[in-house]
């Protein structure tokens, strides 16, 4: 019977060894999953920080102008059937800017050219420098032919010094081929 008790108390250390064989790899697995689940949580606070910034700077007034801006001078351009003088005064009020000054100069070309010009000067008062660049960069892109001549920039300042912005006069001109006569030929 001391064999039979013997082999008992053997099988019972080996349950025991094996248990706490188990309890140490599942200590093991739950510090480790533990470790995954601190490093998920900084990695979701740093995504809510950034999440954060972002809709900080998509509430920014300076990115929603931008944005408008840009939509809305999103026109498409036919030279043949617009004039010019339309266009930027419309481009203009789109992004509400004033254009002020507003004269053409010059007159069609000269018979030796190819191509008819028309230019026109107009001012710009008060506005951030990127208005006035984002403004002439548009309608030079998107009137064909056209093309920034002139421009003069002058900040403008209150009495006290304060700057208010810049005051620009922009000289455009488009560019346009001169549609040659039929040739009369028997």
């Known amino acids: 019977?001391?064999?039979?008790?013997?082999e008992g108390i053997d099988l019972l250390r080996f349950f025991i060894?094996?248990?706490a064989l188990l309890t140490v790899f599942v200590a093991g697995f739950a510090i480790v999953k533990y470790a995954e689940i601190q490093s998920l949580r900084a990695d979701v606070?740093?995504?809510?920080?950034?999440y954060a910034n972002v809709r900080r700077v998509?509430?920014?007034?300076?990115?929603?102008?931008?944005?408008?801006?840009?939509?809305?001078?999103?026109?498409?351009?036919?030279?043949?059937?617009?004039?010019?003088a339309q266009f930027l005064q419309q481009v203009a009020s789109s992004i509400d800017?004033?254009?002020?000054?507003?004269?053409?100069?010059?007159?069609?070309?000269?018979?030796?050219?190819r191509y008819l010009k028309k230019s026109i000067r107009f001012s710009i008062r008060q506005q951030p420098?990127?208005?006035?660049?984002d403004y002439l960069r548009y309608v030079q892109s998107s009137w064909p032919g056209l093309?920034?001549?002139?421009?003069?920039?002058?900040p403008k300042q209150s009495r006290d010094g304060t700057f208010l912005g810049w005051?620009?006069?922009?000289?455009?001109?488009?560019?346009?081929?001169?549609?040659?006569?039929?040739s009369r030929r028997p």
């Open 167 to 182: 005051d620009a006069t922009a000289l455009v001109t488009a560019y346009k081929p001169r549609k040659r006569p039929a």
């Open 1 to 6: 019977m001391a064999r039979n008790e013997q």
């Open 97 to 113: 800017l004033q254009l002020d000054d507003f004269r053409p100069e010059g007159s069609g070309g000269s018979r030796n050219k």
């Open 147 to 154: 093309k920034v001549e002139e421009l003069t920039l002058k």
């Open 17 to 19: 060894g094996v248990m």
């Open 129 to 133: 420098l990127e208005v006035i660049v």
């Open 45 to 50: 606070a740093r995504a809510e920080v950034d």
């Open 58 to 84: 998509g509430r920014s007034r300076r990115l929603l102008e931008a944005i408008a801006r840009e939509a809305s001078m999103q026109v498409q351009v036919d030279p043949d059937k617009q004039d010019l």
